[in-house]
């Protein structure tokens, strides 16, 4: 199925974000939820998550804990980008 417009260019910016340190390049966050946005920012596109909408919270662990949030779509797109980035490093050619 052909990506639309928006998913490539989430695509590009959770891998541009991942890259620069802004988002986590790994899936072991100590907790995820969801429900209805609260109104703040989204952590890959930046568009705010409203309260009509719904979206995840990701809390990792670090020298502090570190809540990301997504909306759906958004989060869906990081999570690929992460295991896609992780299957590409382990399965590289000569492995």
Known sequence: MPLTALEMELRRIARD??????LPGVLRPLR???????????NLCGRIIRTDEMGYEVEY???SAQALRFHVICESIWTLEVVRADYLLNHSAGS
């Open 17 to 22: 974000r991942i890259a620069k340190g802004e």
């Open 61 to 63: 662990a670090g020298n």
């Open 32 to 42: 995820t939820w969801g429900g209805h946005g609260s109104g703040q920012p989204c």
